[in-house]
């Protein structure tokens, strides 16, 4: 009887790529993978240890599946990810249910590690995170049409408040051809959405290159001929240079789509947070982004109640955002991390101003989007098929402005079948907050 195995991938995508890569290398060893963690005899959690939340939850998961195991329906569970690269011994200490607690470093000897546990031994170990692979084959867990392409590990920005560098290491670039071989082979799977990931995309190449090759790399792979959408994720705005901007506006397969994260405006808060810029120069830059790119979509992520955020600070945000109008937004309340330079600061805010002050802006951004989408009534759209809501009894599925998991839906009818990863063409009948509504146009 074969050992099925199932995957908890918590956290963000670039997460998900390496959960896809040790699934690769458990089939390709006769284990048999399962998606519901019920129906497994090994769960492996790969956790998330970013901020608060992101914590709460990997622990949150871990309880339950100890739970499954306590009560036998399944038998043993591996932790890894950023919460055990970053807690280490503490992970393995206060979870003795785990049968093996390991470092990122670990995860490309992942199925050495089941054999181990499946030995009854208990696995504690932690490989220097540089050892974290950069590539490798994967099974695509999300929709057959669509994958993540992660092109480094890792960074090396070194924001007072972030505690990636010290869990994942330094930037560390892909070489440019294993990224260009592992598209065309997702190519070749049927994926026909690229969605291009890092901790930091417009570094790309630094530290192999001298030099960013993110615009480079992009016209490569627009010349993959089955790929039909390619977006960029995780910009950083003191590297959007005017050749990635002319590469995004003049290759037909790059979406006009930009995620750019600021985390705020002030010029002495970004300060402290070791982060470029000043409310004049990304004002500047974002006209610069829409001069250069008609139509594009902007995306940013902000933080609110960071050390030492004035009322006055954050109304400047406020104004900020309702002015620049960003297409897309994400707003979170600072989370102090223990580790971090800004853990140390004084004058912390709190918690409930921090989210309070979140909710504002996230507020102002909800009348935004509606008025944009409001804009868009009577339009005509491509889309991408996802699925089919038998409750609502209609189609749904992403136009090129949005991003897999983080944004809207366009949810539409049709006159006939549609197949998951289909492109078509709807007209907009009605809008929601976040969302389309529409109908798909006779062919």
């Not at 998606?35 to 492996?44: K, P």
């Not at 007072?160 to 290491?169: H, K, L, M, N, Q």
């Not at 982060?275 to 004002?283: D, I, T």
Request: hydrophobic share 35%; with cysteine; aromatic share 8%.
């Amino acid at each position: 009887m074969s050992i099925k195995v199932g995957m908890v991938s918590l956290g963000c995508s670039k997460n998900l790529v390496d959960s896809e890569r040790m699934l690769y290398k458990l089939r390709k060893n006769g284990y048999e993978l399962v998606t519901e963690e019920g129906l497994a005899d090994v769960v492996i959690v790969n956790t998330c240890g970013f901020i608060q939340s992101a914590k709460e939850e990997a622990i949150e998961t871990i309880l339950e599946l100890a739970t499954l195991k306590k009560e036998g329906t399944i038998q043993k569970i591996i932790i890894t990810g950023c919460l055990t690269e970053r807690y280490k011994e503490e992970v393995s200490e206060q979870f003795p249910e785990a049968d093996a607690v390991i470092g990122i470093g670990n995860n490309k000897d992942i199925v050495d590690i089941l054999n181990q546990v499946l030995d009854n031994k208990r696995v504690v170990e932690f490989a220097p995170k540089l050892d974290a692979e950069l590539s490798g084959e994967r099974i695509i867990s999300t929709l057959p049409f669509f994958s993540y392409l992660k092109v480094a590990e890792g960074c090396s920005n070194c924001c007072t408040y972030c505690a990636i560098p010290s869990i994942r290491g330094k930037y560390r670039s892909v070489p440019m051809e294993d990224i260009l071989a592992e598209a065309r082979q997702l190519a070749e799977n049927g994926v026909t959405e690229l969605v291009v990931i890092a901790q930091d995309t417009s570094r790309y190449g630094e530290d192999i290159y001298g030099e960013s090759k993110l615009p480079e790399l992009l016209r490569e792979l627009c010349k993959i001929d089955s790929l039909k959408w390619i977006r960029t994720l995780y910009c950083y705005p003191e590297r959007i240079t005017d050749e990635l901007l002319d590469t995004i506006a003049g290759e037909e397969k790059l979406v006009k789509y930009l995620e750019i994260p600021i985390q705020h405006c002030n010029g002495d808060i970004l300060k402290r947070m070791n982060r470029w810029g000043n409310e004049e120069e990304l004002e500047n830059l974002f006209n610069h982004i829409r001069e250069k790119i008609p139509g594009v979509i902007l995306r940013t992520t902000l933080i609110t109640g960071f050390p030492d955020e004035s009322e006055e600070q954050f109304n400047q945000l406020a104004e900020f955002v309702h002015r620049i109008r960003f297409d897309r937004l994400g707003c979170f309340p600072y989370s102090a991390e223990e580790g971090t330079k800004a853990a140390e600061y004084d004058n912390q805010i709190d918690p409930e101003t921090a989210s309070h002050r979140a909710e504002i802006i996230m507020e102002q951004q909800l009348e935004v989007s509606a008025d944009n989408n409001k804009k868009l009534m009577d339009s005509e759209l491509e889309a991408v098929v996802e699925g089919y809501d038998r409750f609502a009894e209609c189609f749904f599925g992403r136009t090129p402005m949005d991003a897999p998991d983080i944004d809207g839906k366009i949810f539409f009818t049709s006159d006939r079948k549609l197949s998951i990863g289909e492109y078509v063409k709807i007209k907009v009948i009605d809008t929601l907050d976040y969302d389309l509504i529409g109908e798909v146009i006779a062919e």
